[in-house]
C-alpha cells in the first residue's frame, strides 16, 4: 500500500504539473500557479496506507481461520 500511495501521488502530481504547465497555456491561453498541499497530501497518504494495512490484514486473518483444504476446494 505504501508503492501504491507514493506512486499515486507522484502520477498525480506529474499529471497535475503537466495541465497547469502544458495544456492550459496551449488550450485556453492563460496559466496559474501551482500550489501543493502538502500536508494534506501526506495525511491522506498515511490514511491510505493504514487503511490498506488494515483491510490486508483482516483478509488474511480470514483466509487463514479456514480449513485449508476447504479454501481451495472446487465446487462441482
Avoid: I, Y
Amino acid at each position: 500500500t505504501a508503492v501504491g500511495a507514493v506512486a499515486g501521488t507522484l502520477l498525480g502530481l506529474a499529471v497535475a504539473t503537466v495541465l497547469v504547465h502544458v495544456v492550459n497555456p496551449q488550450s485556453f491561453h492563460w496559466t496559474m500557479d501551482l500550489a501543493v498541499p502538502w500536508p494534506r497530501l501526506g495525511s491522506l497518504a498515511l490514511a491510505v496506507v493504514a487503511v490498506g494495512t488494515l483491510t490486508a490484514w483482516l483478509a488474511g486473518r480470514l483466509a487463514a481461520g479456514r480449513d485449508a483444504v476447504m479454501a481451495v476446494k472446487e465446487d462441482w
